[in-house]
């Protein structure tokens, strides 16, 4: 399966601003996902980062509040922009490996918003 | 719609001991993927185990198995001489074969492993 790493690992950050999260594969990946897990929860998709084109986003989520980059094969970003309380949250990205349809997980961000 | 449903939100078992987690989900598609994936406190979801709808036998993955019966779409793990270790909160999750969908996930089953 392929090496996922995340950063930060966790932040506390102030009502307003914005964060970007970082993923990074160890090999090239067609297809790069970003979750939200809230405390407690299961995993909700936010978006699928596409490389070269806008990402898709999934019902409930939009591009101003959660911008993503996907520049090339290995790498992603997501940002939460204009954060409140309520994006305090675990974002993980997660790759499809190899292996058809399997999504492997990066190691997660654990936000806490002020 | 495709569910997964988990109907155990938490369960404690003794160290050593075998336990079983439950999951059925509801698709009319025939060629899947079922999946449980474990996370321990540290967060980071890591893939137990996964089973091919087309395939019959059950896959195995050292003291980890499943029950997979596809007629009533029940999906259960077995977890085999526990260990402390095994702590951790366990996702079933689904995904139709060679489409486009996104994976559906449980809300997942919290298991203790008690010394």
């Known amino acids: 399966s392929a090496v996922i790493s995340q950063k930060p690992s966790r932040d506390i950050c102030q009502r307003g601003t914005s964060l970007t999260i970082q993923c990074q594969v160890d090999s090239q990946v067609t297809m790069m996902f970003w979750y939200r897990q809230q405390p407690g929860q299961s995993l909700t998709l936010i978006a699928t980062?596409?490389?070269?084109?806008?990402?898709?986003?999934e019902s409930g989520f939009v591009i101003d509040k959660f911008p993503i980059s996907r520049p090339n094969l290995t790498f992603s970003t997501l940002t939460v922009s204009n954060m409140s309380p309520e994006d305090s949250s675990i974002y993980l990205c997660s790759v499809e490996g190899r292996v058809a349809d399997t999504q492997y997980f990066g190691p997660g961000t654990r936000l806490t918003v002020l | 719609a495709q569910t997964v449903t988990q109907s155990q939100p938490e369960m404690s078992v003794q160290e050593a001991e075998t336990v079983t987690l439950s999951c059925t989900y509801d698709t009319s598609e025939n060629n899947y993927y079922l999946f449980w994936y474990k996370q321990p406190p540290s967060r980071q979801m890591i893939l137990v185990i996964r089973q091919e709808a087309y395939k019959q036998q059950n896959a195995t993955e050292n003291r980890f198995s499943v029950n997979f019966q596809k007629a009533a779409k029940s999906f259960s793990l077995k977890i085999s001489d526990s260990q402390l270790g095994d702590t951790a909160m366990y996702f079933c999750?689904?995904?139709?074969?060679?489409?486009?969908?996104?994976?559906?996930f449980g809300k997942g089953t919290r298991l203790h492993i008690l010394p």
């Open positions: 999750a689904f995904i139709p074969m060679n489409r486009d969908d996104k994976i559906i």
């Open positions: 980062a596409n490389q070269g084109s806008e990402a898709t986003y």
